[in-house]
Structures are given as structure tokens and as C-alpha cells.
């Protein structure tokens, strides 16, 4: 096991609402990655934070916002939810140095939008 | 951005077989990452190569960053039915954060 958990492990809502993931990092570990991950598809970037502040953004719109914790852990905020943001939501974390390229994945958090 | 393509996407063999699949990309990447992922559940990290012409072994699994640093190659060894899964290869893109490109994933499916 990474030590990397997320919560929680599923989530229903509905469109429109507004939804809060969270993730507690690895020992060690100050930069966390939030990937969505809808079916059959791999592991999309959103964001990283390292040491709390954003470190990088992908093609995800605002409404996806995040934090980062002064111990590391992290949420993953998104508002006014759509159909498509049904997905399976990973954080992922790494350590400093070289160790940053190696990414370790939590469980991932099944968010269902109805 | 920079994209990784993976093959094969899917594999269907018998238990006791070895299973090969690879990662290309038009571009270098300076490191290389492996996970194998089960339904539902997370990405977990099978092996992580650092250096160009790295060869790598975890159990019955053997990872190669290749010379060119635009390809890498994953080998199980002795197939097991514990072995199902989707294969992804992964790399940190070169500029700004560590994101990582993720392939398309190898699914591999083992008859007994």
C-alpha cells in the first residue's frame, strides 16, 4: 500500500451541486497531483500543489479549484457539477527531489453525477 | 503536449505465458513509470526507471528505458491470474510541473 488515502471512496450528486474531495499524503510527500479519470480512458491531469501553492494546471476549467494543507494534504473543490464530471477522481503524491517525477496514487474517490 | 503511445491494447493469453508490451513517444522523456490498475481502484506503481538504457526487475516483471529515451518496454514473466489488469505507462512531462502523460493502457486478460 502507497499510505496515500483519499475520502471519501464514493459520492453521489446531483447537477449543479458542489462537491469537496480530499486526499492525505504519503509520509514524506509534499507535492500532491489530482488526475480525473473517466471510464475506460486514462489518468487526466487537473492540478499539483507543492508546498500549498498551485503548481500547475491542465485543461480543466475553474470551477475545478483546489488546497493544499500545511501538512500536505490536499482537497479537490468542484463546483456547479455537470453529467460529464462523473469520473474516478485519484490523488496522487511525491517526495522532493528526482523522487518528484515518481507519482503514487491514492484509491480514488467514484464521483457519480446524476 | 507530449503523448505516449501504448501497445498492444489488449492481450488475451494463457496462464504461464510471458506477456511483453511497450511505450513510444516522439519525444524524450527523463523518466519512466509503470502502474498496473484494477477496476475501481487507483494506479499502483509496478516499476519506475530514471536513466536512459535502464533495465529494471520487480519479481517477475522487467522494465527498459530505452536508449533513445523515447520508448520503454514492460515484460511479465510466467503469467499468474492475479496479473489482470490495465497496464499504463507514464511519464512527468519536461516543462513545469511534474504532470504526468499517461498511454492509452495494455488490458491483459489471462485464460487458465
Known amino acids: 500500500e502507497t499510505g496515500v488515502t483519499q475520502s471519501p471512496t464514493h459520492l453521489i450528486k446531483t447537477r449543479g451541486q458542489q462537491v469537496t474531495l480530499r486526499c492525505s499524503s504519503q509520509?514524506?510527500?509534499?507535492?500532491v497531483s489530482w488526475y480525473q479519470q473517466a471510464l475506460g480512458q486514462g489518468p487526466q491531469f487537473i492540478f499539483q500543489?507543492?508546498?500549498?501553492?498551485?503548481?500547475g494546471r491542465g485543461n480543466f476549467p475553474p470551477r475545478f479549484s483546489g488546497l493544499q494543507f500545511p501538512n500536505y494534504s490536499s482537497e479537490l473543490n468542484v463546483n456547479a457539477l455537470e453529467l460529464d464530471d462523473s469520473a474516478l477522481y485519484l490523488c496522487?503524491?511525491?517526495?522532493?527531489?528526482?523522487?518528484?517525477?515518481?507519482?503514487?496514487f491514492g484509491p480514488g474517490t467514484r464521483l457519480t453525477v446524476l | 503536449g507530449q503523448q505516449l503511445n501504448q501497445s498492444p491494447q489488449s492481450m488475451f493469453i494463457q496462464e504461464g505465458e510471458d506477456v511483453s508490451m511497450n511505450c513510444t513517444s516522439s519525444?524524450?522523456?527523463?523518466?519512466w513509470l509503470w502502474y498496473k490498475q484494477d477496476p475501481g481502484e487507483g494506479p499502483v506503481l509496478l516499476i519506475a526507471?530514471?536513466?536512459?538504457?535502464e533495465l529494471t526487475s520487480n519479481g517477475r516483471l522487467t522494465a527498459q528505458f530505452g536508449i533513445t529515451r523515447k520508448d520503454s518496454f514492460l515484460n511479465i514473466s510466467a503469467s499468474i491470474p492475479s496479473d489482470v489488469g490495465i497496464y499504463f505507462c507514464?511519464?512527468?512531462?519536461?516543462?513545469?510541473?511534474?504532470?504526468?502523460?499517461f498511454g492509452q493502457g495494455t488490458r491483459l486478460t489471462i485464460n487458465p
Open positions: 509520509s514524506g510527500h509534499n507535492t
Open positions: 496522487a503524491t511525491a517526495g522532493g527531489g528526482r523522487a518528484r517525477d515518481t507519482q503514487y
Open positions: 500543489y507543492y508546498r500549498e501553492e498551485e503548481n
Open positions: 507514464a511519464g512527468p512531462e519536461l516543462q513545469g510541473a511534474q504532470k504526468l502523460v
Open positions: 526507471l530514471y536513466k536512459a538504457g
Open positions: 519525444s524524450i522523456f527523463n523518466t
